[in-house]
């Protein structure tokens, strides 16, 4: 390079840096794009920040309230039983009180078929294959739970072999309730001269020691009469189409 040319660049670029430190009005364009850049950097990472901290803040918030949805379920489980077992009382003086229903949170996993939506596998602790299950969505009864394989699944309203013993209406009208594999809930061997009636409510008798007595199960939509016994169709309260959770109730003291 030229030796003038470079004296020449040399003696440019040292009188552009005194212009601009010395210079107010030059330096203002560059301390304004300083500026900017140094806004935008930490304006991002505060956003970054403050994202973070709402999520873990949103997170905790779920966990917080999912704790209280399964303590209000159960809770409410509790009172319904309470509920049952005091109205009893006053029938029978000699009726033992009983507050400590065995109740378990268990999850859904997947469908054993998924041409079947009444067959669920379940996540289950302490899983004794020869035994059978009551299911309870909030304060409905869902199903029973079983053995499949050796391993837990729940068998809900709607599948033919989920059975359990129900009271229909005022007069308690005994009967065994099975799913119908169309939404409908069947209620056989009701006997004929037990008076029922379309509206009413059916509820678990807690005979079979499945459930306790009184769980919500759903209403009569229709009756006739079959081999000398009454039958009824009954839509039932449970209509979960995403089924996550249950509460499968151990045992019925």
């Known amino acids: ?15 552009l840096g005194g212009a601009i430190y010395y210079s107010t009005t030059i330096q203002s364009p560059f301390i304004s794009l300083s500026n900017a850049v140094q806004n935008s950097y930490f304006n991002s990472i505060k956003s970054f920040s403050d994202g973070i901290d709402e999520h873990f803040h949103q997170q905790q ?4 309230l999912t704790q209280k949805l399964e303590h209000y ?3 409410h489980l509790l009172m319904q039983q309470l509920s049952s077992e005091l109205n009893s009382i006053y029938k029978e003086s000699n009726t033992t009180l009983k ?3 065995n ?9 054993v078929k998924f041409s079947d939506i009444n067959k669920l596998w379940l996540q289950m602790k302490d899983f004794n294959s020869s035994k059978i299950y009551g299911l309870v969505y909030k304060d409905s009864i869902a199903g029973i739970a079983v053995s499949y394989e050796n391993r ?11 059975t359990y013993a129900v009271y229909i209406g005022e007069n308690s009208a005994p009967g065994i309730a ?11 061997f009701i006997p004929s001269w037990m008076p029922i009636k379309v509206g009413d409510e059916v509820v678990s008798s807690g005979l079979d020691k499945l459930f306790f007595k009184g769980m919500k199960v759903g209403k009569v939509t229709a009756i006739k009469t079959s081999q000398g016994y009454q039958v009824a169709v009954i839509s039932p309260y449970y209509k979960s189409k995403e089924p996550r959770y249950f509460y499968l109730i151990k045992e019925v003291l």
Do not use: H, W
């Open 61 to 64: 918030r779920i966990q917080e």
């Open 152 to 162: 837990p699944i729940a068998l809900l309203n709607g599948d033919m072999k989920c």
């Open 73 to 75: 379920d159960k809770d």
């Open 103 to 111: 109740i378990q949170l268990v999850r859904t996993v997947s469908y």
């Open 1 to 15: 390079m030229n030796k003038g040319l470079l004296v020449f660049f040399t003696i440019f670029i040292v009188l």
């Open 178 to 188: 099975r799913g119908n594999n169309d939404g409908t809930i069947i209620v056989n």
């Open 99 to 101: 507050t400590d229903p």
